[in-house]
């Protein structure tokens, strides 16, 4: 476990610096799945150790959010007196990405013949 | 507070233990709470946590910059959780870059939609321009999202709640909402996900399936750099 958290925060630290040194507009934590990504790539596997620690990080992502959102109790304030357009516009928002993100998803996956992808509507041609 | 529990208040909350533990102890209630209601995505973990430790700390009267000295280690761990997506990509590597044009496609029209949806409903309903640049990178990742709202002029503090509700929000109603619309791919379903509503998101779609997770996090990942490119370009030329 340590030799895979390791790991991880080298890549997070070296996508840090890279970031700073290049002066792309790309979040360091980014850059570094990036690197770690060529790193499994070039070894052509992953790691026992690492498989095991990042499936345990990710299984509880969510909490990770949540200190962040108890700052809600910095804003009550503000949340109390536009709540309506706040909640039209998080609700109606992120239903339309959702939809729209995946629709385009599924037409272009159609369009260029994803094998993967649903079937064309009448082709039984796979 | 008098007595030795008054003695033993000043201690704790003087050191990180405390909430740190909280923290910990309110997201596994909230995760004992989902589990009991049959993994139903209505309860959702975040939620029941961020409900309760903020009830507590109104009770007992300390403040989120006391709270979030404790709390930090967990935020701390965004950072390596995002490198760790890395893992499932690559385990699903030949499945997703199959997928590069419908990505590519779904990518551009999605980080638009969350943009634009977002400014223009908030607009519209008379939000002030504080909340509505707090609003415009609502649907990437935390710490992410605070950086593009200071650059703009939103309240860094009210993104990362915003961000968190909006990911509240996806991982509620995703599952109903692509089976209203009749989409049974799970590459299109997890990527959708992602890039509404980030590493919230991204956990849920890790629920439903490894292949849906996987796309949920190259699209949050993708997305947070779609979002810090558009975000600005779009205020440079309308705000």
């Known amino acids: 476990m340590i030799a895979a958290l390791t790991i991880l ?4 630290l070296a996508g840090e610096v890279f970031v700073r040194l290049t002066g792309l507009p790309v979040p360091g ?17 992953i790691p026992q150790d690492l498989r095991e620690t990042a499936n345990g990080l990710l299984s509880h992502l969510s909490l990770l959010f949540v200190p962040a959102g108890v700052g809600v109790i910095l804003h009550f304030e503000r949340i109390g007196s536009e709540w309506l357009a706040l909640l039209a516009a998080l609700l109606l928002s992120t239903w339309a990405t959702i939809a729209v993100s995946a ?12 094998p993967d992808g649903e079937p064309p509507a009448g082709d039984g041609a796979e | 507070m008098t007595g030795p529990f008054g003695d033993i208040w ?12 909280g923290t910990l102890a309110a997201y596994l209630l909230g995760v004992t709470l989902f589990e009991r209601a049959g993994r139903n995505p209505v309860v959702q973990p975040v939620a029941v946590a961020v409900v309760i430790l903020v009830v507590v700390l109104l009770v007992s009267g300390t403040d989120y910059d006391t709270y979030f000295e404790g709390a930090q280690f967990v935020h701390f761990l965004l950072g390596p959780a995002t490198v760790a997506l890395a893992v499932p990509l690559f385990a699903q590597w030949k499945r997703v870059s199959r997928s590069v044009l419908p990505m590519a496609a779904a990518l551009v029209a999605g980080s638009l939609t969350a943009v634009i949806s977002a400014v223009g409903i908030a607009i519209i309903l008379g939000a002030s321009r504080e909340s509505v640049m707090s609003l415009a990178p609502k649907s990437v990742t935390t710490p992410i999202a605070m950086g593009i709202a200071e650059k703009i002029g939103g309240l860094p503090s009210l993104t990362a709640v915003l961000v968190i509700l909006t990911g509240i929000i996806g991982a509620m109603t995703a599952t109903p909402l692509l089976n209203l619309l009749g989409l049974k791919d799970f590459a299109a379903r997890g990527f959708a996900i992602g890039v509404a509503s980030h590493g919230i998101g991204t956990a849920r779609a890790f629920q439903v399936s490894e292949l849906a997770g996987a796309f949920a996090g190259i699209a949050m990942g993708l997305n947070a750099l779609a979002t810090a490119v558009i975000v600005p370009l779009l205020v440079r030329f309308f705000g």
């Open chain 1, 9 to 12: 925060l080298a890549c997070q």
């Open chain 2, 10 to 21: 000043v201690y704790l909350s003087t050191t990180p233990l405390l909430w740190l533990t």
């Open chain 1, 103 to 114: 629709l385009v998803f599924v037409g272009v996956s159609k369009l260029v013949g994803d």
């Open chain 1, 29 to 45: 934590p980014v850059m570094g799945l990036v690197f770690l990504l060529i790193g499994m790539a070039v070894r052509g596997a």
